[in-house]
């Protein structure tokens, strides 16, 4: 059974938006005080992390190469994340995954430097992202 769901990949043309979700409704942690954030893994490439929140916090940690085009937002209620991505290139052309931690905040948004891959041990299964020009 699948702790976290993601969901709205697809196939757009540059320049349109999509908006990913991730149910995290069977996620076995306290969502109220977790840290949840998007990555993404295009093919040859490493993963990287696009946005984090740390839920019941303010702040939100959104990568450079996404900044201005991606927003990070959740809804407590649902337990669901949320990935919305505007003026889409075809550089986020990735497989997105979503992931949950227990770390607190100092480490799911640093004020310096970015949250770590290895502090993340729940992963979803990937909605792909493809971006034609």
């Known amino acids: 059974q699948e702790r976290l769901v993601e969901s709205g990949g697809g196939s757009v043309q540059a320049g349109e938006s999509l908006r990913l979700s991730c149910s995290a409704f069977?996620?076995?942690?306290?969502?109220?005080?977790?840290?949840l954030g998007w990555f993404r893994q295009a093919p040859g490439k490493e993963r990287e992390r696009v946005a984090t929140v740390q839920i019941g916090g303010p702040s939100r940690y959104v990568a450079n190469s996404v900044a201005g085009r991606a927003t990070i937002s959740q809804d407590s209620a649902k337990k669901t994340l949320y990935l919305q991505m505007n003026n889409l290139k075809p550089e986020d052309t990735a497989m997105y995954y979503c992931?949950?931690?227990?770390?607190?905040?100092?480490?799911?948004?640093?004020?310096?430097?970015?949250?770590?891959?290895?502090?993340?041990?729940?992963w979803g299964q990937g909605t792909q992202v493809t971006v034609s020009s």
């Open positions: 069977q996620y076995d942690g306290d969502y109220s005080s977790s840290c």
């Open positions: 992931a949950a931690s227990p770390i607190q905040a100092a480490r799911c948004v640093p004020l310096l430097g970015a949250p770590k891959e290895g502090d993340f041990p729940y």
